[in-house]
């Protein structure tokens, strides 16, 4: 009896740790969480990229894309559960409802993941078997260089809360988001010190943006290229920036790590 015991405390502090990313120490007590408010929902095979990455107890923990057969691209703060427990769900629109089901052979976090907090948030999973594509699962194209401009329209997709602090939804949503240039990014946030050059950003002035359980999902742009993976932002759409890790910045990790390189 004790040992079940042990277990279900266990399984609950991983399922309590990874519903979403929270910034204990944002001031007024406020948390900042990874996470779609103000969006629609999405056509099967309209955005071919997007997985959902859960755990094996059939919960959905975190959004990624598809970048190679083998890899797929997420933040690094949804790798707080071990490997053996993660699996990804491709070709699909509900999350639920798998196109195509892929267990997790190895996870690789950027070393310098959070130092300093919640910098360098971006991890890559490989899995045990290539993915098979379809005209539903498709990879995406990866930025190299940041040549987007202050309101620039972005797209960002997942199965977040449409609200604050809600459950994980059960299609696939996407919003349309603005760029933010890094200065006006860095004095809109409420603490300067959780952004730095490897982020970018989005205004969330008209409502819309990230939520609980987008974390880890593709920010893309009108080429078709994902440029941020979300990080974070002040819950849910309330007026603040939304923050992702700049694929064009960690791209040479990105491409060292797949390799088998020290990228870090």
Known sequence: MYKVAVLFVSVLALWTNCEARVIDAAPNNVPIEGRIVGG??????ELPYQVSIQ???GEHVCGGSIIAPEWILTAGHCMDWPKKYLKIVTGTVEWNKPGGEYLVDDVKIHCLYN???????IALVRLSTPIVYDKFTQPIQLATSNTLKDGDSLLLSGWGSIRAWGNAVNKLNKVSLKYMDYQTCVKSVRNKKFVGVGHICTSTKDGKGSCSY??????????????GIVNGGEPCALGYPDT???????????????EGKNAC
């Open 115 to 121: 130092k300093p907090m919640y910098h360098n948030d």
């Open 214 to 227: 987008d974390s880890g999902g593709p920010l893309v742009d009108a080429n078709n290229v994902q440029v």
């Open 40 to 45: 629609n929902e999405v056509v099967k095979g």
């Open 55 to 57: 755990n094996t107890f």
């Open 244 to 258: 992702f890790a700049s694929v064009a910045y960690y791209h040479d990790w990105i491409v060292s790590t797949i």
